[in-house]
């Protein structure tokens, strides 16, 4: 909140040396930026499920940390970790995530890993498998604010049939109002915007 309070009392100083119609064009940017953020950030409200599907990247921690959360908290007893490794010389992200799991007592045999996907699109397509296979119905679906819709139109593409309820995690790294005020904001926000448009049409068009 220190650097988002001094960038404000730069803005305003900023503002009242140029002038009311410059001023009203950096609010409506601002303005633009925070609905951007805030639209991608979707998060509903949890309900029993079949399993909790948790996609790794970005803060994994924080997604895993979100995905044991839901399933301590019952909404769940099963749960699928999905991701590979970062470089093929390191376990998977899976595999990390379900060593986080354990470790917070989440008995091993309830967790199910994909350790293949290297991106959205593959963690869609394998984790579908294993939600077929089982035959299951209804999932909670967590990653990170900025990634949440994207995730979830992949996996919908894979299975228009499956209930998908959407968890956003507490991404240290991201924040819907402020994610422009980093380099890494600027670095996934308008990329995930960007990815979500081509998801939509790609849909569209098979569908």
């Given at each position: 909140m220190g650097r988002l309070k001094e960038f404000i009392f730069s803005?305003?100083?900023?503002?009242?040396?140029?002038g009311i119609k410059t001023s009203l064009l950096v609010i409506l940017l601002i303005g633009s930026f925070v609905l951007l953020g805030n639209y991608l950030n979707l998060t509903q409200t949890p309900e029993p499920v079949d399993v909790i599907v948790v996609l790794s990247g970005?803060?994994?921690?924080?997604?895993?940390?979100?995905?044991?959360?839901?399933?301590?908290?019952?909404?769940?007893?099963?749960?699928?970790?999905?991701?590979?490794?970062?470089?093929s010389n390191s376990k998977s992200n899976a595999e990390v995530m379900k060593q986080q799991a354990i470790?917070?007592?989440?008995?091993?045999?309830?967790?199910?890993?994909?350790?293949?996907?290297?991106?959205?699109?593959?963690?869609?397509?394998?984790?579908?498998?294993?939600?077929?296979?089982?035959?299951?119905?209804?999932?909670?679906?967590?990653?990170?604010?900025?990634?949440?819709r994207r995730a979830r139109a992949e996996l919908h593409n894979q299975n228009s049939s499956l209930k998908i309820i959407v968890y956003a995690s507490n991404?240290?790294?991201w924040h819907p109002n402020t994610?422009?005020?980093?380099?890494?904001?600027?670095w996934v926000t308008?990329?995930?915007?960007?990815k979500l448009l081509l998801v939509s049409i790609r849909w569209h068009r098979l569908s």
């Open positions: 803005l305003v100083g900023w503002l009242l040396k140029f970005g803060d994994t921690k924080s997604r895993a940390q979100a995905g044991i959360d839901l399933y301590k908290a019952g909404w769940s007893n099963l749960i699928i970790f999905s991701g590979a490794a970062a470089d470790k917070a007592g989440i008995p091993e045999k309830n967790i199910i890993l994909d350790q293949e996907s290297k991106n959205t699109s593959e963690n869609a397509r394998e984790v579908n498998k294993t939600i077929l296979k089982l035959k299951l119905d209804k999932v909670i679906l967590v990653t990170s604010g900025y990634h949440i991404d240290r790294n994610w422009w005020l980093t380099p890494y904001g600027w308008p990329a995930e915007a960007l």
